[in-house]
């Protein structure tokens, strides 16, 4: 152990126990962790995201890790909020399991935020971390004494534009945020299923203040599918799931940087607020499918070339670098971080997803991602049968026998994915979450433990890292990671 923190999951007695920390946040995230643990096994995906929906029924899903903007844009006068945080999405649409607010209040501002102040300041609020006047009872939001991390919990009902009951049908639409502290990522760019499945995986994003123990600053991190510390299946299977289900509702995925352009923090500037919420609602207009687009080099990302009401410089990244040969360092840097990332995904991707599903991700990466894992791939492939998928691994696991389906025998190049006789596109998986019966029997026991520090999470990496710092898990008997 890294302190004397922890926090311990058992799947036998489905408890999680909380030592040597006070923040609340951890009783959350316990929830948080044992959710993507079951509920894939119900063809749900789980997601750490922000949801609203508009008046045409139309949802909008917001993924992204805390410090993104996940609760400030999801927070939306014209849309009413499902939810700021945690969702599920499945077989009949998305709902919430929170009913209720988790939120960020550091430097709240009646003027800049009416309605979070409302709520935040309403009888049956819970503040924490938070520095107050004894006397008056008036508290100080400005004041980052005991951590930036200061939080309000507080019921849905308490927001005026809340949407209640708190489900909707399939997103229209995917946001990935992005807070980009190298400054090359573009405003915003539009994802094919190959590229929305590489960037959740990757969860690319900053660490920012208030979110984790020791940052200070702004830094380039990867948490996969953003939820890094809290996933208990290997990451590539959420990512199959999540193209499974946006290829099933038409869903259009998008990645927006709310983050810096024209360098790191200190050099470059941070997107404004205002145009990221006008980038969003040329989204949900449909304003940005009918823009013109160009293919940004090396990461291969679809860039509109205008937005109503943004100025085309914000959307062109290099515009804003006054060293354009710094810009290209710096991007190739970033391409590089991704391709060194994904390399801890490609050790069992294929046993995990199959062969067909790991080209499609690898096939949304930068362009040298396609070229140097290539050869990777194929040894790996060499060693696995192509109609081996994650049903199969289950099915062998538990001692089941699992028919492989034509569609495994196929193979992708480039972009192209396998069609149905009706010309509808397959994913290569027959039925990604195996039935309810299939759960490890409740007899079997695992502990999954995370570390914090001064009841802050503290650093935990992703699960199928070697350097996994501070986590220990013993999974239960029969269950394939």
């Known amino acids: 152990m890294s302190s004397r923190t922890s926090i311990a999951t058992s799947l036998k007695h489905r408890q999680v126990v909380i030592l040597g920390t006070e923040y609340a946040g951890e009783m959350k995230k316990g929830v948080f962790t044992l959710l993507h643990y079951y509920m894939p096994h119900r063809d749900v995906l789980f997601l750490h995201s922000g949801c609203n929906i508009g008046k045409e029924g139309d949802v909008t899903l917001f993924l992204g890790l805390s410090g993104t903007g996940k609760t400030t844009l999801s927070s939306d006068p014209a849309r009413p909020l499902i939810g700021d945080d945690e969702h ?3 077989p009949k649409g998305v709902f919430n399991i929170e009913a209720g607010c988790y939120a960020k209040c550091v430097n709240l501002q009646s003027e800049s935020d009416p309605d979070m102040w409302s709520a935040v300041n309403r009888f049956g609020t819970v503040l924490e971390n938070v520095v107050y006047d004894e006397q008056y009872h008036i508290v100080d939001y400005s004041n980052t004494t005991i951590t930036e991390n200061m939080r309000a919990c507080f019921p849905i009902t308490h927001l005026p534009n809340a949407h209640i009951p708190c489900v909707g049908g399939h997103p229209h639409n995917v946001i990935l945020l992005s807070c980009d502290a190298l400054g090359v990522l573009p405003a915003v760019s539009r994802l094919t299923v190959e590229q929305a499945m590489y960037h959740f995986v ?16 702004p830094e380039p991190t990867f948490s996969a599918c953003y939820a890094g510390a809290f996933i208990m299946w290997r990451p590539m299977k ?20 709310t983050g810096w352009l024209g360098g790191k923090p200190g050099v470059g500037q941070r997107i404004s607020l205002q145009h990221t919420r006008t980038i969003i609602d040329a989204i949900h207009s449909g304003g940005l499918e009918s823009a013109q687009y160009q293919q940004m080099p090396v990461l291969d990302l679809q860039v509109p070339s205008s937005c109503p009401g943004v100025p085309d410089s914000i959307l062109q990244p290099q515009a804003h670098w006054t060293n354009h040969q710094d810009y290209n360092a710096t991007l190739a840097q970033l391409a590089g971080m991704f391709v060194d990332n994904m390399q801890v995904f490609l050790q069992d991707g294929v046993q995990i997803v199959g062969k067909d599903i790991m ?14 894992q290539q050869q990777q791939l194929q040894m790996q492939s060499a060693a696995a049968d192509s109609s081996y998928t994650v049903n199969d691994q289950e099915a062998a696991m538990q001692g089941r026998v699992a028919q492989p389906g034509p569609q495994h025998s196929k193979q992708l190049s480039g972009h192209m994915q396998p069609s149905t006789a009706d010309g509808s596109h397959q994913t290569g998986l027959h039925d990604l979450a195996p039935s309810s019966s299939s759960l490890p ?41």
């Open 88 to 90: 599920c999405w499945g």
């Open 202 to 217: 990757s969860g690319y994003t900053a660490k920012v203040a208030g979110t984790e123990v020791g940052v200070c600053h």
């Open 238 to 257: 959420y990512a199959a799931l999540l193209g499974n289900k946006l290829r099933r509702a038409g869903t259009r995925a998008w990645l927006v940087n």
């Open 359 to 372: 080209q499609q991700i690898l096939a949304g990466g930068p362009q040298q991602q396609k070229i140097s």
């Open 441 to 481: 029997d409740s007899s079997d026991d695992d502990l999954h433990v995370h570390s914090t520090v001064g009841g802050v999470r503290a650093a935990a990496k992703r699960r199928s890292e070697s350097s996994a710092v501070a986590v220990a898990v013993a999974a239960p008997a029969g269950a394939a990671k």
